[in-house]
C-alpha cells in the first residue's frame, strides 16, 4: 500500500507548539524563528483542512481537531527517537566483521589485531576471506582490505606505498620464476614458470626454495625478517597497493575510524 506523504517537519513544529501554547517559546526549543513556527503551522493546517489553534485572550489553545491527533503524534515521534536510537546502537558495537585476502590476513591483519584485541578484550571479529570485492550490505562488513589502485567510489586508506619486492630463496635460486593471482609478472625465458593462487603462496614458494616471485613487499616483510628470503634488487612501484576501505556510512562509523586508526598506527 502506498504511505501518505507526512510533512514530518510542520508535525515536528506543530509538536513543540503544542506543549508550550506558545510560538516564541517553541520557535527557541526548535532553533527557528517565531515566524517559521507560524509558517509551519499555517502550512500544517491547509494540508489537513483544519485550524490547530485558537486565539483567546489568555493566549494559544489547542482545538478540538488538534486535540484528536496528539496522542498518535507524540507517540509516533517517540517511536522514531526509538528507531534512530536502535540504528545507532551499531556504533557502539564491539563486534567488526572485516573481508580480506587470505594471504594479507595471515601475513599483516592477524597480528595488528592481536595487537587491537589485547587493548580492548571486549572486541569481536568476524573474518571473511575474499580475494574479489563483496557486497558490503549483502555481506555485512565493517571493512575490507583490497589490492586496488585507489578506493574508487569507496570511502579508505592505503596500508602501504605500493612497492613490490623481487624475492628469491636465502640459500640457493630455485627453478621457477613464480607468478600469483591474475599477476602479468614478466616471465624469464630462461626459467620455467609456476603459477600460485596468490602472493602469500608465492612467498611460500620463494621460501621453500623453488624460486624467485615479484610480490608486495607488505607481505615479504615478515619472511625478510626471519631470514628465508632475499630481495634480488631495490623495490619498485606497483600498478596497486593494499587499502582499507569501505563505503561512507560504515567509514563514518566511530568503531570503524577507530580500528583503521589501530590498524595503521605504529
Known amino acids: 500500500m502506498r504511505r501518505t506523504h507526512l510533512p514530518l517537519n510542520a508535525l515536528r513544529v506543530f509538536d513543540a507548539a503544542s506543549r508550550h501554547l506558545n510560538f516564541t517559546r517553541a520557535a ?42 496528539l496522542e498518535g503524534l507524540r507517540g509516533g515521534f ?34 595488528r589485531l592481536a ?6 578484550p571486549e572486541l569481536r571479529f568476524r573474518l571473511i576471506a575474499a580475494d574479489q570485492p563483496l557486497d558490503f550490505t549483502e555481506a555485512n562488513l ?8 585507489d578506493a574508487g567510489d569507496l570511502e579508505g586508506m592505503a596500508i602501504d606505498d605500493g612497492l613490490m619486492a623481487n624475492i628469491a630463496p636465502a640459500v640457493a635460486p630455485g627453478p621457477f620464476t613464480i607468478c600469483w593471482g591474475d599477476s602479468n609478472a614478466r616471465v ?10 596468490d602472493a602469500g603462496l608465492a612467498i611460500d614458494a620463494v621460501a621453500g626454495g623453488l624460486g624467485q616471485a615479484r610480490v608486495p613487499a ?7 625478517a626471519l ?5 634480488k634488487d631495490a623495490r619498485t612501484k606497483g ?16 568503531k570503524v575510524r577507530a580500528l583503521v586508526a589501530a590498524l595503521l598506527g605504529d
Do not use: C, N
Open 227 to 231: 631470514g628465508a628470503i632475499v630481495e
Open 188 to 197: 624469464d625465458d630462461s626459467m620455467a614458470a609456476m603459477h600460485v593462487g
Open 239 to 254: 600498478a596497486a597497493a593494499y587499502w582499507l576501505v569501505a563505503p561512507t556510512p560504515q567509514w563514518r562509523q566511530k
Open 28 to 69: 527557541d526549543e526548535l532553533a527557528v524563528t517565531p515566524a517559521a513556527v507560524g509558517q509551519q503551522i499555517r502550512a500544517l493546517e491547509d494540508v489537513l483542512g483544519v485550524v490547530l489553534f485558537r486565539r483567546t485572550p489568555k493566549g494559544l489553545e489547542l482545538t478540538a481537531e488538534a486535540e484528536a491527533g
Open 115 to 120: 595487537r587491537v584485541a589485547a587493548a580492548d
Open 78 to 111: 517517540l517511536k522514531f527517537e526509538e528507531s534512530v536510537l536502535a540504528m545507532r546502537a551499531g556504533q557502539s558495537s564491539k563486534s567488526l566483521t572485516i573481508a580480506a585476502p587470505r594471504d594479507v590476513t595471515t601475513r599483516w591483519l592477524v597480528p
Open 142 to 149: 565493517d571493512l575490507a582490505i583490497r589490492w586496488v589502485a
Open 218 to 224: 607488505l607481505l615479504a616483510i615478515p619472511d625478510l
